[in-house]
């Protein structure tokens, strides 16, 4: 069995702890195989130790429901409408927690570099030329 077939075999279970025999056999004789499933093993680990955003989806997606009289008349009956219960303010969904950082594009460093060795040759140059 080929590596990359492993590698995309390891992707495509559930569990890549449980591989499946054929691809047990490849890791047992392929060193760099088996120090990449070590490593997908290590990533699915700690995959729920992740920081997930929160979302005011289920808040929106509530009040839109809500404010929808065609949606309680079929849920509730006429008797209880008043008694449905309220959401958080509306300030809350739509100010988020957290501020939405836009970082600027990246400067493309190699250019960069070049464009200061092309400057430093030049200067180099000249002032060779001159003495």
């Excluded at 691809?23 to 699915?44: G, I």
């Excluded at 009289?69 to 009956?77: E, H, L, N, S």
């Excluded at 400057?119 to 140059?125: C, F």
Aim: with cysteine; net charge negative; charged share 25%.
């Amino acid at each position: 069995m080929r590596c990359e077939v492993v590698r995309l075999r390891l992707l495509s279970v559930e569990d890549p702890a449980r591989a499946p025999a054929d691809v047990r056999n490849h890791l047992s004789v392929c060193e760099y195989c088996r120090d990449w499933h070590e490593d997908l093993c290590t990533f699915e680990q700690n995959v729920p130790f992740l920081p997930v955003p929160g979302s005011r989806g289920k808040a929106k997606l509530l009040a839109r429901l809500l404010d929808d009289d065609r949606v309680v008349a079929k849920t509730q009956p006429e008797t209880n409408r008043a008694s449905a219960p309220t959401l958080p303010e509306t300030s809350s969904l739509t100010e988020p927690d957290h501020p939405i950082l836009i970082h600027p594009r990246p400067v493309a460093f190699p250019s960069v570099m070049a464009g200061l060795a092309a400057v430093l040759l030049l200067v180099l140059s000249t002032w060779l030329l001159h003495n």
